[in-house]
């Protein structure tokens, strides 16, 4: 009998070795391990005497025509392995193998042969596995795909309890072929049967000890699986036994993870093909973290912190809140990263190089900038235009952008007014850009809305006009630096938590220093402190000629902005910008231009100061000490100027005229302010 099902066997392909007759289940050959890629020869065949073994095994891989053996531990597995099947839409393919080919073991078993595809590889693999009981090894394999697996009907010393292999169905000359897909499918729903303990994906720096009342402790107590996986189109297919499997985006049948293994409230991926690491566990936070915010623990408890998780909840109705206990809590620790990671990120972000919106000007990470310019300069149609960029990808200021869209708050000018100012925004893709039209205040509710809104529209850059107007009536007055901080860090939580930049445009003051190497973060009119606070700001300046010229300068400092000054033109028509100069010298270039133009500069001697008075670069009489050192950079060792410096009135001063004088100093343009510093 074994000698004609041999025979069988090795007729449709199969690599075949006698079994041992010590109950070791293991081949009689030895060694082996060159029968994985070479069948034996008829003269092996004859030699081994199959007519007297009690046995023979069957090879698995490609030396067998692509036959594998699935290998069940016992029919209860193997009969809710089936039940799972049927219930993750891979019913036809188990009732196509097991009509293929289907042996019970001696041990209540089932084994079953199929045919992959020749593209795919076999590897002896263990799928499911449990803990042992008393008498048992430590882990006791449920599932597995072996190397060598006995046929029947093997009987006798092969097994150790002297049993026969049992064919319940099916040949080898019948045994069945699935494809890869299916292939991997009941792989994965083989492993969703392993009941060893499984390592969970945690945040660097959490402890397994510490819970309580952490955003993500919080959230995981208060949210369910559904609500969290099926907004983002993972699909609940069955449960069993409390455990529930789960079927990720894009796949019609089987499953690809199980959500309260072991009582444990854990989701389990089994494949490679989502955004989550394989055979690791998460938690409903660290499934957030992941689904939401790219993996970013920090920030998943940030915006989860600003959702009111983690805060202080009232008692559930009817339960006693029993008396007040007042605990110390250390610093979340899901917030507490190692030195290491901290330097890993740093150095990553260092040889990638800081992502931007907007080369230089933009980071393109949860950050809030302030654009500061005087009434009227054109700080929304700078911002507009900026937008406009980001949101079409092209370039602003010479500069790359990003593509991403944006949300225009338009808290201060008419609605009319803002729509007049974005005219020009033709080039801006439909649905690239939204305007809010309306006046707010930057109170904790419309943070949560703006975040909201952030979050469904998929937004990438927030634009807001103006600081001045979204902060009114939660100040005392424009003054009230406190208050001001206090708004600046809510809204730089709530930046973070978005994972998107903000800019807001701001007033400055009338005092502002309109030289190049003026500080930006002095320039905001009334409360100073929420400037200092932002992470960057901008400045935007008149250009000399005042209110009515059309060129502008731009500079800006702060977090991952650094920016010289620029000289801009802005074309009203076009309502477009375009730079003219970029250098730490713009200013003097721009006062030396002036100079030119006015002809200030004369083949008679002159000083700083009546150079400036001659440019109009002051009203009146008064030259500040700023202007006067602006004129005399503009000149200083430039070529066709000349320089003369003499002793006047005790004084040493410096006279300026053009390269072809001929004339003596003229004693009464001196001015006693223009000495040689």
């Known amino acids: 009998m074994i000698r004609v099902a041999a025979l069988a066997a090795y007729k449709a392909g199969l690599c075949i070795l006698p079994t041992a007759i010590d109950g070791s289940k293991a081949p009689a050959i030895k060694p082996w391990g060159a029968y994985k890629t070479i069948r034996p020869s008829v003269a092996e065949l004859r030699a081994w005497r199959f007519d007297q073994a009690d046995g023979f095994g069957v090879v698995a891989g490609a030396v067998s025509g692509h036959v594998e053996c699935w290998d069940f531990d016992t029919t209860e597995v193997s009969l809710a392995f089936e039940a799972a099947a049927h219930a993750t839409g891979l019913g036809d393919v188990w009732s196509r193998l097991t009509t293929g080919y289907l042996d019970r073991t001696p041990g209540g078993g089932v084994r079953i042969l199929a045919r992959y595809p020749p593209d795919a590889t076999f590897t002896d693999c263990t799928l499911a596995r449990r803990p042992g009981r008393t008498g048992e090894p430590d882990i006791k394999t449920l599932i597995e795909l072996p190397t060598y697996a006995i046929v ?24 069945a ?75 019609t049948c089987g499953v690809s993870a199980t959500t309260n293994f072991a009582g444990s409230d854990l989701f389990y991926p089994f494949t490679s093909s989502t955004i989550f690491e394989a055979d690791k566990s998460y938690s409903k936070f660290a499934v957030y973290a992941v689904l939401e915010h790219d993996g970013d623990f920090s920030r998943a408890a940030l915006a989860l912190y600003r959702q009111g998780y983690g805060r202080d909840h009232q008692h559930e109705p009817g339960s006693s809140p029993g008396p007040t206990v007042h605990t110390v809590e250390g610093l979340d620790p899901e917030l507490l990263i190692d030195i290491g990671v901290v330097v890993v990120e740093g150095r990553h972000m260092a040889e990638t190089g800081v992502p931007y919106l907007v080369d230089g000007l933009i980071p393109a990470i949860g950050t809030v900038g302030l654009l500061v310019a005087y009434t009227k300069v054109g700080k929304t149609t700078f911002t507009l235009t900026l937008g406009g960029a980001v ?59 703006i975040a909201a809104t952030i979050q469904t529209g998929q937004y990438g850059l927030v634009l807001i006009s103006s600081w001045q107007a979204v902060v009114a009536g939660l100040t005392r007055d424009e003054n009230d630096n406190a208050t001001a ?13 978005s994972g998107v930049p903000w800019l807001i ?73 375009s730079v003219l100069s970029v250098n730490k010298d713009t200013m003097v270039e721009t006062t030396w231009r002036l100079i030119v133009e006015t002809q200030a500069l004369t083949t ?35 070529p066709g100027v000349r320089t003369i410096t003499e002793t006047w009135r005790g004084h040493i001063r410096t006279l300026y005229a053009s390269q072809d004088f001929e004339v003596a100093p003229n004693p009464q343009m001196a001015h006693p302010g223009d000495e040689t510093p």
């Not at 994906?201 to 402890?207: F, G």
């Not at 919080?218 to 907004?231: G, K, M």
């Not at 439909?430 to 949560?448: E, H, N, S, W």
């Not at 109009?616 to 430039?638: E, M, Y």
């Open 604 to 638: 008679t001697p002159q000083t700083a100061t009546a150079i400036a008075q001659a440019a109009g670069l002051v009203t009146g009489a008064k030259v500040t000490t700023s202007i006067r050192r602006r004129v005399q950079d503009a000149l200083r060792r430039r």
């Open 177 to 251: 072929s699935y494809t890869n897909d299916e292939r991997a499918a009941l792989m994965t729903l083989a492993r969703t049967f392993d009941q060893i303990v499984r390592a969970e994906q945690r945040p660097s720096s959490s402890s397994s000890s510490m819970g309580g009342d952490r955003p993500g402790d919080d959230y995981n107590r208060r949210t369910t699986w559904a609500a969290l996986l099926e907004p983002h189109g993972w699909m609940i297919v069955f449960d069993r036994d409390d455990v529930s499997y789960w079927r990720r985006p894009g796949k």
């Open 505 to 577: 445009d701001a007033h400055s003051g009338k005092g502002e220093d309109q030289g190049d190497d003026a500080d930006p973060t002095k320039a905001m009119r009334g409360a100073s402190g929420a400037a200092g606070a932002a992470d960057y700001l901008l400045s935007l300046r008149y250009d000399v000629g005042g209110p009515f010229t059309t060129r502008r300068r731009l500079s800006g400092k702060g977090r991952f902005v650094t920016c010289p000054p620029m000289l801009l033109e802005y074309d009203p028509d076009a309502g477009a910008y």
């Open 485 to 497: 901080v206090r708004i600046m860090e809510t809204v730089k939580v709530t930046a973070r938590a």
């Open 152 to 175: 029947a009907p093997s009987n006798g010393k092969t097994h150790p309890t002297g049993g026969t292999y049992e064919r319940l169905s099916g040949g080898f000359d019948t045994i």
């Open 391 to 449: 949101a079409a990808g092209v370039p602003f200021l010479d500069r790359h952008t990003r593509a991403v869209r944006v949300l225009v708050i338009a808290a201060e000018d008419p609605p009319a007014y803002t729509a007049y100012l974005a005219r020009h925004l033709t080039a801006v893709p439909v649905g690239q850009m939204t305007f809010y039209r309306a006046p707010i205040r930057l109170d904790d509710t419309t943070l949560t809305a």
